[in-house]
């Protein structure tokens, strides 16, 4: 029997991505203790060790990848004995429906359910994975260097269709905005990626517009936009079908089938 106090140590080194038997290691609690507390508070074993990628639904693929380019991130913890890599893609609070609804999609990706936890510290939801594995396979898409949110984009853009139709998504749903006024926006410091944004959409037959905000505060970076507005705001949103509620208004909800879209007031 272990007290409170230890319990709540078990959950701290989960969610900084200490193993089970790292943890138990630390603390000097039996392996299956640790194990038992772990999966009642929802933080059992969420290390993917193996992708099928033949198998995977390519629209699918580049939702993930697209989510991931916007609010996602790769980190390799080192600690005495070994190391961690751990993929997390973070949430706001009021987005948890949605972080739930991407948890699903992605357990639905690669057959693996990823963990899900709330960090009260920076007020955010976290999904991820502790993978190695899952950290190389989505450097073969996406590169970037020192940070992420400055340089990431895709390695190029021959893809599928269906690929970069999820893509799009995927990015609309982390870092997109629409308004009441039937308008929608894509943004990113990476000048790259909302270049390869704006090529993609005009692709599919679309016409936004790149614009860029040059920051005035030296500790701020230009922000990059890709913007579309009228019918053309309406006829993407139709088009990728948000799965976040938060990018759907009432100028284009009773046009959404699957992904499910919740309606925001207009």
């Known amino acids: 029997m272990i007290n409170k106090d ?9 969610k900084k991505g200490f193993t089970t038997y790292k943890i138990s290691e630390i ?9 038992r507390h772990l999966i009642k508070h929802g933080l059992g074993s969420y290390k993917l060790t193996d992708i099928q990628n033949k198998k995977l639904d390519k629209e699918l693929l580049g939702e993930f990848l697209g989510l991931f380019a916007a609010d996602g991130n790769a980190h390799k913890t080192v600690y005495k004995g070994g190391h961690k890599y751990r993929i997390r893609i973070s949430f706001s609070y009021d987005e948890k429906e949605y972080a739930e609804d991407v948890r699903k999609t992605l357990h639905k990706i690669f057959k693996k359910k990823p963990f899900m936890y709330e960090n009260k510290k920076y ?30 984009s895709l390695r190029h853009l021959n893809y599928p269709k269906e690929f970069l139709k999820g893509f799009l998504r995927g ?3 982390g870092d997109g905005y629409s308004d009441n006024y039937q308008r929608v926006s894509m943004f990113c410091i990476s000048r790259n990626m909302m270049k390869q944004i704006h090529g ?37 949103i139709i088009f990728v079908k948000p799965r976040n509620p938060k990018r ?18 207009s």
């Open 171 to 173: 990015f609309l749903d």
């Open 200 to 236: 993609i959409s005009k692709s599919f037959g679309f016409n936004p517009k790149f614009y860029t905000y040059n920051e005035k505060r030296l500790n701020k970076k230009n922000m990059h936009f890709v913007s579309f507005s009228g019918e053309d705001a309406r006829n993407f």
């Open 123 to 152: 007020n955010v939801i976290v999904v991820g994975y502790n993978s190695k594995k899952l950290t190389e396979f989505i450097k073969l898409y996406l590169k970037w260097k020192n940070k992420k949110s400055q340089t990431v």
């Open 6 to 14: 230890q319990v709540n140590k078990i959950i701290i080194f989960r």
């Open 248 to 265: 759907v208004r009432k100028w284009a909800i009773e046009h959404i089938s699957e992904p499910k879209a919740r309606i925001l007031p």
């Open 27 to 35: 603390l000097k609690i039996p392996r299956p203790t640790v194990s």
